[in-house]
């Protein structure tokens, strides 16, 4: 009994708005809180900072009951100038209503921790909000049946 684990959890601010069921990617030094069960607001927290700040919301008419967040692996980002940038895919959906299948481009709220001044990001690209996922001819792409459950789904 002399060797007992007295390991303890840093305790971290409170977030701005309450999560249940919250979708998390890691990215760099940000932890990217994606919208949770009927919670459509995005945040970033920043892990040396230890504060959030507001990313973007997900479109009003997209209800959040049960969904999954991913990062895409893009290997042809390696040299570009926006190699701070990375693409999120969210996708799910109430088992009995319609699936969303969403994707941002998403670039640090951090200022001062990427080399991107925020007035050069070009807003036409569309960063930091959520926008359908579609194919080559702008028709929606969608992830899941009618009928296909993604409650507590994780990846």
Not at 71 to 78: A, E, G, T
């Given at each position: 009994m002399g060797n007992q684990n007295t390991a303890s959890f840093q305790?971290?601010?409170?977030?701005p708005n309450p999560f249940h069921?919250?979708?998390?990617?890691?990215?760099k030094h940000e932890l990217l809180i994606c919208g949770g069960y009927y919670q459509r607001d995005c945040y970033s927290y920043h892990t040396l900072k230890n504060e959030y700040k507001f990313i973007c919301e997900y479109?009003?008419?997209i209800k959040?009951?049960?969904h999954c967040v991913v990062?895409?692996?893009?290997?042809?980002?390696?040299n570009s100038k926006y190699s701070n940038?990375?693409?999120l895919l969210s996708f799910g959906g109430h088992q009995y209503s319609n699936k969303h299948t969403l994707v941002m481009k998403y670039v640090s709220v951090w200022s001062n921790d990427n080399?991107?001044?925020e007035n050069e990001i070009d807003k036409s690209n569309n960063y930091n909000q959520?926008?359908?996922?579609?194919?080559?001819?702008?028709?929606p792409i969608i992830i899941g049946r009618y009928g296909d459950c993604y409650v507590g789904v994780r990846a």
């Open positions: 305790t971290l601010k409170d977030l069921q919250a979708q998390c990617v890691l990215h479109p009003s008419d959040l009951c049960g990062k895409l692996v893009d290997n042809n980002n390696n940038q990375i693409t080399n991107i001044n959520w926008l359908p996922f579609t194919n080559n001819r702008d028709h």
